[in-house]
């Protein structure tokens, strides 16, 4: 059941030029903008012949997900079968299929699909049949601009995350997508409804200042090692005080309390050799969810 009341736009689109309009004023589409503006040579080298055949294999798989969810159609295709088994791995509830935004303005888009998970919070995905899985980096700039387009249309709902669909054939495939803040997007469109060159890098070149915070961060990664090496040292000698005078739990005036818990052994699923020895079983009841990025720090002394 849909829980989000989403708003419509006024925008229409023709399916059979791919067109977007808006009082007889024609926008651009997003796909368009990115190309002119971040992916000019995202495609380059690949003839017109097989392009056409993959925008054909990917229009299908598109129609195939969207008749399937809004009319509950047969889902009985590899690609079809795939996207159920990630949706649901993922714990998401389906709300709306090419979910038409816009800055009402400049361009417009479709979203493939708008998701909500257990706790109510919103999920954008775009689906992608393309040979060799997610383009990572073109999928942050086109579901960020799509995140600014869905909350400018909807102020009282924002976007928890975004996430990349892939299907193809057999294969499959749901990965957490990075989101470009709001600014940035901003610039991006007024860059290109100005007629200018981009000024941001797609790639995600740093400003100076990353040195600063890096340095910064690395200061309190040394500090935290240093104290957390303190600290264990007087854990331990607190644990060999209790255990030589047989206590168990210390109250210090009410605010701080210690308890001596027990040695015990732990036991662990070793899920590398049950998939290995098992893999029926593992795929049974293995169970996937979307990962928010985050950032690895090493710290040499």
């Not at 079809?80 to 649901?88: A, F, I, P």
């Not at 960020?144 to 995350?161: H, I, Q, R, T, W």
Request: hydrophobic share 35%; with cysteine; net charge negative.
């Amino acid at each position: 059941m849909k829980t989000l009341q989403l708003n419509k736009s006024s925008v229409v689109f023709d399916q059979e030029a791919h067109t977007y309009h808006l009082d007889g004023v024609e926008l651009s589409g997003v796909t368009g903008m990115l190309k002119q503006m971040l992916f000019a040579d995202k495609y380059a080298g690949i003839s017109d012949e097989v392009l056409a055949k993959a925008a054909q294999y990917g229009t299908s798989v598109h129609e195939g997900v969207e008749l399937y969810e809004t009319l509950g159609a047969d889902d009985s295709s590899r690609e079809v079968q795939n996207y159920r088994k990630l949706k649901e791995l993922a714990g998401l509830n389906f709300e709306e299929s090419e979910y038409l935004v816009s800055d009402n303005e400049t361009i417009a888009s479709s979203i493939d699909l708008v998701f909500t998970d257990h706790d109510g919070g919103i999920w954008l995905a775009d689906i992608k049949t393309t040979y060799g899985g997610l383009d990572k980096e073109y999928l942050s700039w086109q579901l960020s601009v799509y995140a600014y387009l869905f909350e400018m249309a909807n102020p009282d709902y924002k976007v928890k995350g975004l996430l990349g669909v892939w299907l193809r054939h057999d294969d499959c495939k749901m990965d957490y997508i990075n989101r470009h803040p709001d600014a940035v997007v901003e610039r991006l469109i007024q860059e290109y409804a100005q007629g200018l060159e981009c000024s941001l890098s797609k790639s995600g070149e740093l400003p100076a200042e990353v040195h600063g915070l890096a340095d910064a961060i690395a200061s309190m990664e040394r500090q935290i090692k240093t104290i957390t090496a303190q600290r264990d040292e007087l854990k331990e000698k607190m644990l060999e005080v209790m255990r030589e005078n047989n206590c168990d739990k210390v109250d210090i005036d009410g605010k701080v309390f210690i308890t001596r818990v027990a040695a015990t052994t732990r036991e662990s699923l070793d899920s590398k050799a049950l998939k290995a020895d098992q893999p029926e079983l593992y795929a049974k009841y293995v169970k996937s969810s979307p990962v928010k990025e985050s950032l690895k720090i090493t710290v040499k002394n």
